[in-house]
């Protein structure tokens, strides 16, 4: 046996907690890992398509060198085939190119291009910041706590630039205690919702 197995074995065991909802390759093999995935309602297949999706569009729009150069950037987000997109660049020509590159993958149900055009895209730093907007709406969902049920690691949540994108599959009831609860977050200037529903509406 391989005598760094043991140790590489055990930094997996300690990293998974990290993980979440992460694809990680074993042997060879994509597995899902952390408590994200147990609690998700979407069955273990289309998770993996989800994060396949997420993979192929993200490689597709790389590979377009102005649609990441000059601060441009995109976000890709992928649940149950729905494709989010989401950043900012500097033409309404390059927003529908980024749309054009992923809608024919395979998997892909809708795209939903939520790319705003701008004269200057806010580059590294706001997008450290948007990850920070980030990991604070995560942690106020867990705040709605009477609501029976209320799983907020079903809540995908994406920032970019003051604007909060929710996607997951979610009752109606969970959809407007989270928004409630997003919109009213300081540096919060608006909640897209992107979400799917458990039950057909009232």
């Known amino acids: 046996m391989n005598p760094k197995f043991p140790r590489i074995a055990l930094l997996l065991v300690l990293s998974a907690p990290m993980l979440h909802g992460c694809l990680l390759a074993v042997g060879g093999a994509a597995v899902v890992v952390g408590s994200e995935v147990a609690h998700d309602r979407r069955d273990t297949t289309t998770q993996l398509s989800d994060h396949t999706i997420a993979f192929n569009a993200s490689d597709a729009i790389d590979k377009d060198h102005d649609l990441v150069a000059n601060d441009n950037y995109v976000k890709v987000v992928a649940f149950n085939g ?121």
């Open 82 to 202: 729905t494709l989010l997109l989401c950043g900012e660049v500097h033409t309404a020509e390059l927003k529908q190119r980024a749309a054009a590159k992923v809608a024919n993958l395979e998997g892909v149900v809708r795209v939903v291009n939520e790319i705003n055009v701008v004269d200057e895209p806010q580059g590294f730093w706001r997008r450290r910041e948007d990850n920070a907007m980030s990991a604070r709406v995560k942690a106020a969902l867990l705040d709605v706590t009477d609501l029976p049920g209320f799983d907020p690691t079903r809540v995908n949540v994406t920032a970019v630039h003051g604007v909060i994108y929710l996607m997951g599959l979610v009752s109606h009831e969970e959809a407007d205690a989270s928004v409630e609860v997003v919109r009213n977050i300081s540096g919060v200037d608006k909640v897209v919702k992107v979400f799917e529903y458990s039950e057909p509406a009232a």
